[in-house]
């Protein structure tokens, strides 16, 4: 050892008796003010019908472009929390957001999503894009309401003339969606629960097919009820459930699976109520197959399908430029489930297959038009709902056989279930990498003990 040289004293290892810490930037209420922004946003796009890792990665990429690098999103099917973690030994600023409503405005949905894509880039300013999103969610609606009323039985239409409807069965199907619209929008606008509503509706649109009957004019009303039903299922929720379920969200996932048989229940309640009651007065709803169509059939059918998408999306606030896009995700998507039908492949993997492609179309779109995938989505898998498989399966429950009325009610929960998974599938194969990541939203981190412990 050389002479006078001693070895250097070990630095203390930090305790909880340390020096406080001091709180990096931005001060408590600067965080407030950035974690009621993002949860704003949030709350647009919950109530939008946006998937929870959706939610999270937007609210979570806002707060770190605003300044919290380390944010915690928790998001449920009724709420959102954020919690900015400011340092290992230090409470959390924490802040939470309540979902009361979910009335979809595809619209504002996508004004968010571009808001977060400019404030990402930056584009704006935090300050000019707080002012933005005020913007957004005072703004009306981009329809009034009778338009939406009109897009609705249009879909409605259409939707009976691709199952075979001819010309007369295509208007009362038309007038019919009226009345459940005005009828069950009134009752949703005295806060009655969606579950009674979806149960009026059900039943006007059944009524109308027992009078059609009982007035002997030769129709099929069974093409009157399934189109009404396909305005009342809750695609798209069966499609955020399951895409939640497949990102690990399994919470909001199993919240929203339990809507849509809540919202379905109603539907299944309203068409059993009228069938019994036609029972009683002997008027001999019969059970209808579906109709067998050649080629000839294939191009009304397809612009059925579009149209029907096309109207969908209307009604949902789409904006106007989204409109064309949303049918032809359709079109392509009904196009490979009529293809691979005639092939003889079964109807839930035809399905699934066509659900792949409206998935992947549906990021193309959104990517190219800069507005959000749920739009084509949401109008794309609308040919595809199995409305008259249901109805088919409750006519035969109330006529007592109830082995074959729960194996197509099987088959119908089968055929959405292929829907939602090809379409999140389809998705997932168009998007980049990068994007993937953040459709997963982001981990649960804690901020490294170098960034927030004095030196």
Request: aromatic share 6%; hydrophobic share 50%; charged share 15%.
């Amino acid at each position: 050892m050389i002479a006078g040289r001693r070895r250097a004293a070990p630095r203390p290892v930090p305790t909880a008796s340390t020096e406080p810490v001091h709180l990096p930037e931005p001060d408590e209420r600067q965080a407030y003010r950035i974690l009621d922004f993002a949860l704003r946003a949030g709350e647009v796009l919950l109530s939008g019908g946006e998937a929870a890792s959706e939610v999270t990665a937007m609210t979570v990429a806002i707060t770190r472009a605003c300044g919290l690098p380390y944010v915690v999103c928790e998001v449920t099917f009724t709420s959102i929390t954020l919690s900015y973690v400011r340092a290992p030994d230090v409470a959390p600023v924490t802040s939470v957001r309540l979902v009361e409503q979910r009335t979809p405005d595809y619209t504002r949905v996508t004004e968010v999503h571009n808001m977060v894509d400019d404030i990402v880039s930056r584009r704006v300013t935090p300050a000019e894009a707080i002012e933005r999103l005020d913007g957004i969610r005072t703004r009306r609606h981009p329809y009034r309401r009778w338009v939406v009323t009109g897009f609705r039985a249009v879909l409605a239409a259409a939707v009976a003339v691709l199952l075979g409807a001819g010309v007369l069965v295509t208007v009362i199907a038309f007038l019919t969606t009226v009345v459940v619209d005005r009828t069950t929008g009134a009752l949703t606008a005295r806060l009655l629960p969606d579950f009674y509503a979806n149960t009026v509706g059900a039943a006007i649109a059944t009524t109308v097919a027992m009078l059609v009957l009982v007035a002997d004019l030769d129709l099929r009303p069974s093409l009157i009820v399934a189109s009404g039903i396909v305005l009342l299922l809750p695609g798209i929720t069966l499609v955020g459930a399951v895409q939640d379920a497949i990102n690990g969200f399994l919470l909001t996932a199993t919240a929203r699976a339990f809507e849509v048989f809540v919202l379905t229940a109603g539907i299944v309640t309203g068409v059993a109520a009228v069938l019994s009651l036609a029972d009683r007065l002997s008027v001999p709803l019969a059970v209808s197959q579906a109709p067998s169509t050649g080629w000839g059939d294939v191009p009304v059918q397809l612009a059925a399908a579009v149209l029907a998408a096309a109207a969908a999306a209307g009604a949902n606030y789409a904006p106007r430029r989204t409109l064309p896009a949303a049918g032809l995700a359709a079109g392509v998507g009904w196009g490979a489930f009529r293809g691979l039908d005639e092939l003889g492949l079964d109807p839930a993997l035809a399905t699934g297959v066509a659900a792949v492609l409206v998935g992947a179309g549906a990021y193309l779109f959104a990517r190219r038009q800069k507005a959000s995938p749920l739009i084509y989505v949401a109008a794309g898998i609308i040919p595809l709902l199995p409305g008259l498989t249901i109805y088919r399966g409750m006519l035969l429950l109330a006529d007592g056989n109830t082995a074959m009325g729960l194996v197509l009610l099987s088959q119908a929960t089968t055929i959405g279930l292929a829907l939602a998974a090809g379409v999140i599938l389809g998705g997932f194969i168009a998007r980049p990498a990068s994007a993937r990541v953040r459709a997963r939203g982001p981990r649960r981190v804690r901020p490294p003990v170098a960034a927030v412990r004095e030196s």
